[in-house]
C-alpha cells in the first residue's frame, strides 16, 4: 500500500514538474507599450503619433491587437477609412460652451498627448499600463497662442494570461473636464457613433452574436445588450476566430446601442446615446466607461461568454 503511494507521488511530481505557469510580460517605452506572453504578441499601446505623410495624425490606441494564433486582428489606417486606428475611442462634438473645438473621431484640429505611461500593480498574474493623455486643439489656445488642454484623460488596459482558448483585456478610460461647461458627442446624424470603438479585420463569413442569439447588421444602431461578440474567419489560414466586447453596467448609458458593420469599418459601443446630443463632461469627478475585450479562438459558443461577463461585472 505504502509503495502504491510512493508510486503515484512521483508520478505526480514528475507529471508537475512538465507544467509551465506562463505569464503576461510588459516593456513600456518612450512611443510604445508591449504587451506578450512567452513568444506570443498580445497588444501594443501606441503612445507616440502615427500619421500617413503627415496627415491622420494618431496616438493613444491598441494596435495590432493579435489573435491567440498571432496574427493581427486589428487594423490601423484602413484604406477605406484612413482616420480609423486598431482599438480607439473618440468622439466627433468637443465644445467648451457654444465653441466647437475639434473632432476627435475624424482627427480635425485635434490631437492627444500622452505625458506619461506607468505600470501598475497587479496581484491576479495580470500586466497593467496607466496613460495620462491631454487632448488638444489649436482652437483652443491662450494668449500667448499655446494650446490649452481641456480635458485629462486616463487610461488603464490590463492583460491578463491567456485561459484555454480565450484571453481577457480590461479597459477603464477616465475623462475629466479641464474647462468649464466641455461637452462631447457623436456624429450629429441619426447615427450617432461615437465612443469606444474597434476596427478588426472582417472576413465575409462574420458572425455577431449577443445574448439573444444572432444579430444581423443594419445601418443604424441597434438596441442594447450586456455584451456582442464578432467571429469569422479571422484567424491564421483561415481558422475560425473572433472577439467579444464586453460593456461594463456601471458606464453612464450603459445601456449603450451597438453601430455594426460587416464590411469595411470599425465596431461601436455607442456613447453617449442619442449621440447627436453633446453631453456635459464633469471637472470635478471624472466620466468613467469600462469595457472588456475577450480575444478568443472558434465562435462565440466556443467560450463562456456569459459567466466571464458575470464575473466582470462582480469586479
Not at 147 to 161: D, L, S
Not at 172 to 201: C, H, Q, T, V, W
Not at 263 to 284: E, R, T
Amino acid at each position: 500500500m505504502m509503495l502504491t503511494k510512493k508510486i503515484h507521488l512521483l508520478l505526480a511530481v514528475g507529471f508537475m514538474s512538465q507544467i509551465t505557469f506562463s505569464q503576461v510580460h510588459l516593456k513600456i517605452e518612450k512611443s510604445q507599450s508591449y504587451f506578450t506572453e512567452g513568444k506570443d504578441s498580445i497588444l501594443t499601446y501606441q503612445a507616440s503619433e502615427k500619421s500617413i505623410n503627415g496627415q491622420y495624425i494618431r496616438s493613444n490606441y491598441i494596435h495590432p491587437l493579435y489573435n491567440l494564433d498571432g496574427s493581427v486582428l486589428s487594423e490601423d489606417f484602413p484604406a477605406d477609412h484612413l482616420h480609423h486606428r486598431g482599438i480607439f475611442w473618440a468622439w466627433h462634438q468637443l465644445y467648451i460652451g457654444d465653441k466647437r473645438i475639434g473632432d476627435g473621431w475624424e482627427i480635425e484640429n485635434f490631437s492627444w498627448e500622452v505625458a506619461a505611461v506607468k505600470k501598475k500593480k497587479q496581484k491576479d498574474g495580470s500586466k497593467a499600463i496607466q496613460a495620462t493623455v491631454y487632448w488638444k486643439s489649436p482652437l483652443w489656445i491662450n494668449k500667448k497662442g499655446v494650446e490649452k488642454t481641456f480635458v485629462k484623460e486616463t487610461t488603464t488596459i490590463k492583460v491578463y494570461p491567456k485561459q484555454l482558448h480565450y484571453r481577457l483585456i480590461d479597459i477603464e478610460i477616465a475623462l475629466l473636464a479641464l474647462e468649464p461647461n466641455m461637452r462631447i458627442g457623436g456624429s450629429e446624424d441619426e447615427k450617432g457613433y461615437g465612443g469606444f470603438s474597434p476596427r478588426i479585420k472582417l472576413s465575409d463569413d462574420i458572425v455577431f452574436t449577443d445574448p439573444s442569439g444572432k444579430i444581423t447588421p443594419t445601418n443604424l444602431p441597434l438596441p442594447a445588450s450586456e455584451w456582442m461578440d464578432i467571429s469569422g474567419s479571422l484567424g491564421k489560414n483561415g481558422n475560425k476566430a473572433g472577439i467579444t466586447i464586453l460593456c461594463n453596467p456601471k458606464n453612464p448609458d450603459s445601456k449603450n446601442p451597438w453601430i455594426l458593420r460587416a464590411k469595411k469599418s470599425m465596431q461601436n459601443a455607442v456613447y453617449p446615446f442619442p449621440g447627436a446630443k453633446a453631453v456635459p463632461l464633469s471637472n470635478k469627478k471624472p466620466t468613467v466607461l469600462r469595457y472588456r475585450l475577450i480575444v478568443h479562438d472558434g465562435d462565440a459558443n466556443s467560450i463562456p461568454i456569459d459567466e466571464i461577463f458575470q464575473n466582470y461585472i462582480k469586479k
